[in-house]
């Protein structure tokens, strides 16, 4: 049985006897191991049910950890790290030989950042080794953002969930790497493509699923409720020629009309994307609990982080 609990020792212990605990961060729960145990790391690839290719972020607690961790640090990503450390950015950048491969899916760079939890920064800091953590979800599910979600995925496997409230920005890190000293955007994330642009100029991003990705949590179908769901442009006319079938709806903003379908989501009434954003795990476990025949989402404007929702959307529809 699982045990959701604040006590940071509780935690401490664990993980020093190589055992893997859900951690909250300002992003999304995460399953946290000591990089350097290779029980604790397989424990978090059996855990979530994920290929081993696939590699986890390195969080560290504090900027001069980095050096442990990574053996270069170019000069975008100083800009990067000082204006977004702690918070919601992961750096990949090339690997100190000694972090184990498991940990970096065979490659030979690292993803790593520091977390903007206070809970878990205190964690990071009494302990003597980073914390290698994906989403604590099981593969291709959505993230949690709630102690309550991580429950439900992992009652009998998990021994402990350090409790840190709801995570503020609900979605996962804007995760940036470099080739040939250029910075690339490989995940849409809760730092929006303009405030980066802000520190280091343009930026390409290289987003979108390829069959090799360089960041394989991209693959196209990510992040998926069980019910079947759409995104569309209008969803009135969806909502018109399906009026057989229990439809729940997720709306950006707007009124609320609830007379045509069984269930309505508004994820900010004055409109407010990064609130949005925020809300749209926790809405969809809940539309996804709800027994619906169908989810309806709205597609959101293209901007700022609508991006990284539509993006979202987009792999839970896949
Ligand atoms: O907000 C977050 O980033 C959360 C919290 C817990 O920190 N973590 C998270 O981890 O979303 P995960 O494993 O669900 O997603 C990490 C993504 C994966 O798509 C992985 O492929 C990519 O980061 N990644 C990690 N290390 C990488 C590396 N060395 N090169 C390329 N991609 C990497
Ligand atoms: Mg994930």
């Known amino acids: 049985?699982?045990?959701?609990?604040?006590?940071?020792?509780?935690?401490?212990?664990?993980?020093?006897?190589?055992?893997?605990?859900?951690?909250?961060?300002?992003?999304?729960?995460?399953?946290?191991?000591?990089?350097?145990?290779?029980?604790?790391?397989?424990?978090?690839?059996?855990?979530?049910?994920?290929?081993?290719?696939?590699?986890?972020?390195?969080?560290?607690?504090s900027i001069d950890q980095l050096e442990?961790?990574?053996?270069?640090?170019?000069?975008?990503?100083?800009?990067?790290?000082?204006?977004?450390?702690?918070?919601?950015?992961?750096?990949?950048?090339p690997k100190k030989s000694n972090i184990p491969l498991i940990v970096t899916?065979?490659?030979?760079?690292?993803?790593?950042?520091?977390p903007n939890h206070p809970i878990t920064l205190s964690l990071l800091k009494q302990l003597s080794f980073p914390l290698a953590a994906p989403s604590a979800n099981p593969y291709n599910r959505i993230s949690p953002t709630s102690s309550y979600h991580v429950k439900g995925y992992f009652e009998n496997t998990l021994p402990l969930v350090l409790e840190g409230g709801e995570c503020k920005n609900g979605i996962e890190s804007t995760i940036i790497g470099f080739e040939n000293n250029e910075a690339i955007l490989y995940r849409l994330g809760a730092i929006s493509v303009e405030d980066i642009e802000k520190i280091i100029g343009k930026i390409?991003?290289?987003?979108?699923?390829?069959?090799?990705p360089n960041a394989p949590g991209m693959l196209a179908k990510h992040y998926a409720?069980?019910?079947?769901?759409?995104?569309?442009?209008?969803?009135?006319e969806f909502i018109e020629n399906n009026k057989?079938?229990?439809?729940?709806?997720l709306k950006f903003k707007g009124e609320l009309n609830t007379t045509r379908f069984e269930h309505i989501e508004i994820l900010s009434i004055s409109g407010d994307l990064k609130e949005a954003a925020s809300k749209l795990y926790s809405t969809l476990h809940k539309l996804d609990s709800l027994n619906l025949d169908i989810i309806?989402?709205?597609?959101?404007?293209?901007?700022?982080?609508?991006?990284?929702?539509?993006?979202?959307?987009?792999?839970?529809?896949?």
């Open 296 to 318: 309806v989402a709205e597609r959101f404007p293209n901007v700022g982080l609508g991006k990284s929702i539509n993006d979202r959307l987009e792999r839970a529809i896949k």
């Open 68 to 93: 442990k961790v990574a053996r270069e640090f170019p000069i975008k990503a100083q800009k990067l790290a000082e204006a977004f450390w702690p918070g919601s950015l992961t750096l990949i950048l």
């Open 225 to 236: 409720p069980k019910t079947k769901m759409y995104l569309l442009n209008d969803i009135d």
């Open 105 to 114: 899916g065979g490659k030979d760079t690292v993803g790593v950042r520091i």
């Open 1 to 61: 049985m699982i045990q959701i609990s604040s006590d940071i020792s509780k935690a401490i212990e664990l993980l020093n006897r190589e055992d893997v605990v859900a951690i909250p961060t300002e992003t999304v729960y995460g399953l946290a191991g000591n990089i350097y145990s290779e029980k604790a790391i397989r424990k978090i690839f059996q855990v979530k049910q994920r290929p081993l290719f696939n590699p986890l972020i390195v969080h560290i607690a």
């Open 244 to 249: 057989s079938k229990k439809i729940g709806v």
């Open 204 to 212: 390409q991003i290289k987003n979108k699923s390829e069959t090799t």
